[in-house]
């Protein structure tokens, strides 16, 4: 699968993602050959880039929760575009709290885990997407540590605001690098919050906190847990969405080496939410294609849900089985990394898992 800038697409190529409309409509499916109508009406959607399936690819396998969860980002980064530029303007925003009991009703106090799907940001919707995954993600955490439905409805409100600031300031290719802009957008969000009528004393003050863990680089995050541990979640899933976010100018960071960082640094992010992240979303799990340290590549058949870190891995080196979490049968090895596709999806080898999971 190959990324192609809209200017270069033709007549013939092969869609590897699907295409929705702002209302969650199937537009153009997967392995759908483009036109010259299509490529036309594309490049109106303001898109930078597609993916495309290479002429003799398979197409890749897509479950029915990755289908359900690039639906609901297309429409919710169309509804919270509108409701930022509304509130920026200071004008009442069209679908707000719709949009924040749908992220609500979809990904707090789910019984699995989610497959969180990073898609490739353009500058001009770096920030949309941002807020709306962040929302997901802090939806995800606060159900995992049961927050009552008014404290998880104000923290994932704050979510989809934390950002507003940036919004048209910062170019996404200096987002992450000035400090001065970085700033500035802090203190534009609390400018356009402040000045927006009815809004929620709660929503604000956790925006206020997780500022204050940026400006301090987590120093006193144990505080912040105390005093507000919706700032210390928010200030989590912001962090995770940043590290690995698809961007145009740079590789991001793979969800075991983010997740790795985030647990490096007790004294920044707050390990209790840490943890309910890890519970709330695949990483691990059987199907995925691993690389082990001496150069050895395997699957995954196998979570340890006391530590991700340490599947059962089938090594493709030498066809045995090994418990990373053993070091009998693992000896010295170690994970390092997640192997993955050209669009940032996990290698899946579904037909061997399954043969080796029967056989244990």
């Given at each position: 699968?190959?990324?192609?800038?809209?200017?270069?697409l033709?007549?013939?190529?092969?869609?590897?993602?699907?295409?929705y409309?702002?209302?969650?409509v199937?537009?153009?499916?997967?392995?759908?050959?483009?036109t010259?109508?299509?490529?036309y009406?594309?490049?109106?959607?303001?898109?930078m880039?597609?993916y495309?399936?290479?002429?003799a690819?398979?197409?890749?396998?897509?479950?029915?929760?990755?289908?359900n969860?690039?639906?609901?980002?297309?429409?919710?980064?169309?509804?919270?575009?509108?409701?930022?530029?509304?509130?920026?303007?200071?004008k009442?925003d069209?679908?707000?709290d719709w949009?924040?009991?749908?992220?609500?009703?979809?990904?707090?106090?789910?019984?699995?885990?989610?497959t969180?799907?990073?898609?490739?940001?353009?500058?001009?919707?770096?920030?949309?997407?941002?807020?709306?995954n962040?929302?997901?993600l802090t939806?995800?955490?606060a159900?995992?540590?049961?927050?009552?439905?008014?404290?998880?409805?104000a923290?994932v409100k704050a979510?989809?605001?934390?950002?507003c600031?940036a919004?048209?300031?910062?170019?996404?290719?200096?987002?992450?690098?000035?400090q001065?802009?970085?700033?500035a957008?802090?203190?534009?969000t609390?400018e356009?919050?402040?000045?927006?009528?009815?809004?929620?004393d709660?929503?604000l003050?956790?925006?206020i906190?997780?500022?204050?863990?940026?400006?301090?680089?987590g120093?006193?995050?144990?505080?912040?847990?105390?005093?507000?541990?919706?700032?210390?979640i928010?200030?989590?899933?912001?962090?995770?969405?940043?590290?690995?976010a698809?961007?145009?100018?740079?590789?991001?960071?793979?969800?075991?080496?983010?997740?790795?960082?985030?647990?490096?640094?007790?004294e920044r992010?707050?390990?209790?939410v840490?943890?309910?992240?890890?519970?709330g979303?695949?990483?691990?799990y059987?199907?995925?294609?691993?690389?082990?340290?001496?150069?050895?590549?395997?699957?995954v058949?196998?979570?340890?849900?006391?530590?991700?870190f340490?599947?059962?891995?089938?090594s493709?080196?030498?066809?045995?089985?090994?418990?990373?979490?053993?070091?009998?049968t693992?000896?010295?090895?170690?994970?390092?990394?997640?192997?993955?596709?050209?669009?940032?999806?996990?290698k899946?080898?579904?037909?061997?898992l399954k043969?080796y999971?029967?056989?244990?």
């Amino acid at each position: 699968m190959l990324f192609y800038k809209v200017d270069d697409l033709k007549p013939g190529m092969r869609l590897g993602k699907p295409i929705y409309n702002k209302n969650g409509v199937l537009l153009y499916d997967r392995d759908t050959k483009l036109t010259m109508q299509a490529i036309y009406g594309i490049k109106n959607f303001g898109l930078m880039g597609l993916y495309i399936l290479e002429p003799a690819e398979p197409l890749p396998p897509m479950t029915e929760d990755d289908i359900n969860f690039e639906r609901f980002q297309t429409m919710a980064v169309f509804s919270i575009k509108e409701d930022l530029q509304l509130i920026i303007a200071g004008k009442k925003d069209k679908g707000l709290d719709w949009l924040c009991s749908l992220v609500i009703k979809n990904y707090a106090n789910l019984p699995r885990k989610i497959t969180f799907i990073q898609n490739l940001r353009s500058k001009d919707d770096y920030i949309y997407k941002h807020s709306i995954n962040v929302a997901i993600l802090t939806a995800v955490i606060a159900g995992k540590m049961n927050l009552n439905p008014s404290r998880l409805n104000a923290l994932v409100k704050a979510a989809l605001l934390h950002d507003c600031g940036a919004v048209g300031t910062i170019p996404a290719m200096e987002e992450e690098e000035d400090q001065q802009l970085r700033a500035a957008a802090r203190a534009k969000t609390l400018e356009i919050l402040r000045s927006y009528g009815n809004m929620d004393d709660n929503v604000l003050r956790t925006i206020i906190h997780m500022q204050e863990l940026y400006v301090n680089n987590g120093n006193g995050v144990s505080e912040a847990v105390q005093n507000n541990v919706e700032a210390a979640i928010l200030f989590v899933a912001d962090a995770y969405d940043r590290m690995t976010a698809m961007k145009s100018f740079e590789e991001p960071t793979s969800e075991v080496r983010a997740l790795r960082m985030l647990l490096e640094e007790p004294e920044r992010f707050e390990p209790r939410v840490v943890q309910a992240l890890i519970q709330g979303i695949n990483v691990l799990y059987p199907g995925v294609c691993v690389e082990l340290s001496d150069h050895i590549q395997g699957l995954v058949i196998l979570e340890n849900k006391e530590d991700i870190f340490k599947p059962w891995v089938l090594s493709f080196r030498d066809n045995k089985i090994y418990d990373l979490s053993n070091p009998r049968t693992c000896g010295n090895l170690q994970l390092i990394d997640i192997m993955k596709t050209m669009d940032n999806r996990i290698k899946l080898d579904p037909d061997l898992l399954k043969q080796y999971s029967q056989s244990e």
